[in-house]
């Protein structure tokens, strides 16, 4: 196992190559599973590998629980929800799984939106997710889509504070080459 450090502010950030995580809880449901559930699961672990914030529990009966890096998480029903013609949200109704905080607790219907740079990418989003068989299908999907959409929140945090160093840098330059005290007249 391959242990990453990750430059972030969230306390799960180290990525430890692995967002599939199997709990101690399924491994009654694994032993007596198929060979082909057994497949599916590696593929999805390697369909996961590199999603750096959430990550997908499977658990007990082999259920899938999208996990965050906040007190969000989420179990089925995973569904889409086909957003408004020109709204570049997709909503995806959910059961919340998370910290029990500001009126949602576990077991409570939940709606997460997921925020596109267009309206025709949350619908191809939509339609993708639809078409989709089983709820451990879309959890993997969902769960590179929250990852894809935190990791350019992340960078863009990064690339601002970068930007405010160099102009807090500049501006010191600026005042060490050229700074003078005030030329007041009496």
Same mark, same amino acid.
């Given at each position: 196992?391959?242990?990453?450090?990750?430059?972030?502010?969230?306390?799960?950030?180290?990525?430890?190559?692995?967002?599939?995580?199997?709990?101690? *809880?399924?491994? !009654?449901?694994?032993?007596?599973?198929?060979?082909? @559930?057994? +497949?599916?699961? /590696? $593929?999805?672990?390697?369909? =996961?590998?590199?999603?750096?914030?959430?990550?997908?529990?499977?658990?007990?009966?082999?259920?899938?629980?999208?996990?965050?890096?906040?007190?969000?998480?989420?179990?089925?029903?995973?569904?889409?929800?086909?957003?408004?013609?020109?709204?570049?949200?997709?909503?995806?109704?959910?059961?919340?799984?998370?910290?029990?905080?500001?009126?949602?607790? *576990?077991?409570? !219907?939940?709606?997460?939106?997921?925020?596109?740079? @267009?309206? +025709?990418?949350? /619908? $191809?989003?939509?339609?993708? =997710?639809?078409?989709?068989?089983?709820?451990?299908?879309?959890?993997?999907?969902?769960?590179?889509?929250?990852?894809?959409?935190?990791?350019?929140?992340?960078?863009?945090?990064?690339?601002?504070?970068?930007?405010?160093?160099?102009?807090?840098?500049?501006?010191?330059?600026?005042?060490?080459?050229?700074?003078?005290?005030?030329?007041?007249?009496?």
């Amino acid at each position: 196992m391959q242990i990453n450090n990750i430059q972030c502010h969230y306390p799960k950030s180290t990525s430890f190559g692995m967002a599939l995580k199997i709990t101690p *809880k399924a491994e !009654k449901a694994l032993e007596e599973a198929s060979m082909e @559930t057994i +497949e599916k699961l /590696q $593929k999805v672990g390697e369909a =996961l590998k590199d999603t750096k914030y959430y990550h997908l529990e499977i658990g007990e009966n082999l259920t899938p629980r999208i996990d965050s890096p906040y007190a969000n998480s989420y179990v089925p029903p995973f569904k889409p929800i086909k957003p408004a013609k020109y709204d570049e949200f997709l909503p995806i109704e959910t059961t919340w799984d998370g910290t029990n905080i500001s009126g949602v607790s *576990k077991g409570n !219907k939940y709606h997460v939106s997921i925020q596109f740079n @267009t309206a +025709e990418q949350a /619908q $191809k989003a939509y339609d993708k =997710l639809n078409n989709m068989h089983s709820d451990l299908d879309r959890a993997v999907e969902i769960t590179k889509l929250l990852d894809e959409k935190e990791v350019k929140k992340i960078e863009k945090q990064n690339a601002d504070n970068e930007l405010k160093a160099k102009i807090k840098a500049a501006a010191l330059d600026l005042i060490n080459k050229f700074g003078t005290p005030s030329h007041e007249k009496f």
